[in-house]
């Protein structure tokens, strides 16, 4: 019976604890929506229902295949904007070799944009649909799931319209 005691107060506790922690999480979140809604509005395709923010360092492990990936041109691409982390020169060829996404920004030149804080300059992908903005850390992965979904789609719009 004491044991039980002990366990339901160490439980309290721990609850009681992570209010703080939870509370901080919300605040965050609330400041990254912020961020996102003041960037978005700065931009031309604030009008757009989804948008992908994908930002990109070229010294990243998984650079090589994240280039091959957006250099296919394909479709999926269209709602992108690449920030890139690289040398004038990285950035000329890449503008040329993406040129299926929205956008492909040099990180040095925009760095006061607001889209830069909420990326934290790392190798990342978020998304913002208006009110949410969800991260994904994973960019090779999540450009793979994006080209997959999107073939689906298109395959599920063909099937409907024949």
Sequence with gaps: MMIMWLLISAVSILALGSLPL???????????????????????WSATPTITILSVHYAHPSFKKIDELLSTKHKAF???????????FIVQLKLRAWSSCFSVRHT???????????????????????YS??????????????????????EDDLCTNQ
């Design 22 to 44: 939870i509370e901080m999480k919300r605040k965050i979140n609330a400041i990254e929506r912020h961020l996102a809604s003041s960037a978005s509005a700065e931009e031309t």
């Design 78 to 88: 269209q709602d992108v904007i690449v920030f890139l982390d690289a040398p004038p």
């Design 108 to 130: 040095a030149e925009y760095r006061h944009s607001k889209w830069l804080m909420v990326l934290n300059g790392t190798t990342t992908v978020s998304q913002w649909d208006g």
């Design 133 to 154: 903005l969800h991260r994904y850390t994973e960019a090779q992965m999540f450009i793979e799931r994006k080209m997959t979904l999107f073939n689906h789609d298109e």
